[in-house]
Structure formats: C-alpha cells, structure tokens
C-alpha cells in the first residue's frame, strides 16, 4: 500500500507538470472570453473529462501499441524522456511549447463552438508530452495496486485542470502574467527532472550492464 501511495503521488506531480493547467489559461481566456459563466463552466468540464479519457486510453493501451509496433520500453522511455525535456525547457524559457498547440491551431479554434475538447482538451492539455509520461508510468507500474493508484492520479489530474479553468479568470487577475510565469518555471523543472529519470530509465533497460556499475 506504501508503494502504490508513493507512486501515485510521485504519478501526479508527474502529470500535473507536464500538464500544467495554468500554462492554458491565456489561450482559455482568449477562446471564451465571450461566454457566459455557465458556457465557460461547461467547457472546462468537457476539456477536464477529454483530458481523463486521453489519458487513461493511453495508460491502458500502451503496451498494446509498444507490442504492435514493435516499439521496445526502453526505447520509448528515452524517446519520452527528450520530448519531455523539450517541452520542460520552453516552460521554464516561459514560452508555449509547439508540441502542445500552434499558433494556427488556436487561431482556427476561435471559429469553433466548443473548444473544450479541441485544442484546449487536445493537445493544449493533454499533448504529446502528457501521453508519452502516462504511457510511460503505465509501464512502470509492476503491480495492481500501483496501476491503480495512476488512475486515481489521472482522475485528480483532470479534477484539478476542471478547477483551474472554471476558475481562469479569478486566477489570472490574482496572479498576472508575471505570477503565471513564475508557476510555468516550477512546473518545467519539475518536468525536466521527471524528464531525466525517463531517459536514464530507459538508457538503464537498454544498457543492462551500465546499471552494475558503480
């Protein structure tokens, strides 16, 4: 029982930086800025929930989609590993990383009825970045408890992106550009060292023999 707490929360701090709700909420801002409060409550749901089921598909099928296309743990986990560290490296430039959305892809959202599920559910929330990290805890969890205890830390993931999105307007006035600057450069750092324990993970399964050396 230990293990499994000690996983899931090391899963959700994981999950919430790579993430990171407050990074979204300029581009949430901007896409609903004309909606009412029950309209903008309703997408932070739908943007909340698509972030779960991503996820969790992801989670669940990993090792499905490693076995079919040949693609080994160790490979994937040092893959991983550097397109997390990218992604951490534009958070803590304080910059939108491309890998989550561009600037083309939130210019066309503005013309859509409900961005909850695209771009702020795909890929805003739940990017490339955030898929590989709960594929890759996935893979790491040996146990049933453990794999349990990554859903429940799915769940509260997405709990707590729903909460800041209902609330981006709130925050946003009581933190500013500077206060969100400052929460996307903890977070990168807190992605580039998750970052770094995926590549040597993943340098340590392929090369056996570097783990006996001491």
Avoid: W
Avoid at 97 to 108: I, L, Q, Y
Avoid at 120 to 135: K, Y
């Amino acid at each position: 029982m230990t293990s499994a707490l000690t996983f899931g929360l090391g899963a959700f701090a994981s999950l919430f930086a790579i993430v990171d709700p407050f990074a979204a909420l300029p581009v949430f801002i901007a896409l609903t800025g004309r909606e009412t409060d029950v309209r903008r409550r309703l997408i932070a749901r739908r943007a909340a929930m698509t972030v779960f089921i991503v996820l969790a598909v992801f989670a669940t099928c990993g090792q499905l989609l490693f076995r079919f296309f040949g693609i080994s743990v160790a490979g994937f986990k040092i893959a991983g590993g550097i397109l997390l560290m990218g992604v951490a490296l534009d958070m803590m430039g304080a910059r939108q990383s491309s890998t989550k959305t561009t600037p083309g892809e939130e210019e066309e959202a503005s013309t859509k009825d409900d961005v909850g599920l695209v771009p702020v559910g795909i890929p805003l929330l739940s990017g490339p970045g955030a898929i590989a990290s709960a594929m890759l805890l996935a893979a790491r969890a040996d146990t049933i408890p453990e794999k349990g205890a990554l859903y429940v830390a799915l769940l509260v993931v997405a709990l707590v992106c729903f909460l800041v999105l209902r609330s981006a307007t709130v925050i946003g006035r009581a933190l500013g550009h500077t206060g969100m600057n400052v929460i996307n450069r903890v977070m990168g750092l807190i992605l580039a060292s998750v970052a770094v324990e995926f590549f040597l993970d993943g340098v340590k399964l392929a090369l056996p023999g570097l783990a006996r050396v001491r």
